[in-house]
């Protein structure tokens, strides 16, 4: 049973870039959850799962657990997914549900290194923008 949510490994140097620059507060206030959600839900967009070629923790599940609208975003997703393939039966068992959502959130961390390409240069305010801008295209 997972005990936390996970991304790939591959984006460990991306989430050192994270914190340096307090990626919307994450630093400050301690919270990894906002930036799951996000990654989460530009994957999801994107309609792609990245498998990780290795797990990072990075949410632990008792954090993941107090921010009811993470845990309905991700149980969404997952029982979308698993009705494709007749699976509904699978949403009790975290490792598949948490895994599920750690390959979409991949894919959206993914895009975020794209939209950031030097982290040097960052500016919240235009990520910001940019992330609404992605938004509106949603809707």
Known sequence: MADRLSIGTQYKDLIEDFDRVDLLNMKTNGERADIFMIALALGVNKGERTPSKAKLGFILENSAKGKDSLMSFIYSVAVDELRKSGQENQITDTNVVYGIAEEYANTGFEI????????????????????????????
Do not use: S
């Open 112 to 139: 975020i290194k794209q939209m950031i390409p030097d982290f040097n240069k960052y500016d919240e305010e235009e990520f910001m923008f940019a992330l609404i801008e992605m938004m509106d295209e949603f809707v």
